[in-house]
């Protein structure tokens, strides 16, 4: 997810560039692989770089930690990426605190790690195929969604 944004460093204050992607298989770490449905990008020309609001739709499968069936939930996330050009960078410049922030060169905007970290921070704790799920019987392993058993 690399961008080359020459040339809009020398924009005006405002600017805005839009960039999408879709249909992409993106690994998050080893053993896991998001599947990007749409992801748009929106860069905003602001002092020193550009605040970049990315609106990610992604398909993931998740094993359901109470029956172990596979599930697809799609999750949709907003969030924003200050991003500082370092060629105009300073040791000045004030970073804000409490926002992913990174410095760049606006040729290569490598968005990939960033957007890993925003996928991985947003794992929900316990993963669910459903709220009501029964699990399995913990004593014949039967998938009680789809089955009774005798216990
Ligand atoms: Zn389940
Ligand atoms: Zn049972």
Redesign the pocket.
Known sequence: MQFNLSGFENSTNGTIKKESISNLAFDVNADRIIQIKDCLFIFNRVNNGALIEIQLTNDEIFN?D????E?TATSINNFYVELIFDNIYSEQTAIPIGELVFKSNPEQVDLSEIIRQHVISTYPMKS???ES?K?LCSNCGVNL?QHACMC
Not at 66 to 69: A, I, S, V
């Open positions: 359901c109470r029956c172990l069936c599930f669910l195929c459903k799920c699990g969604n």
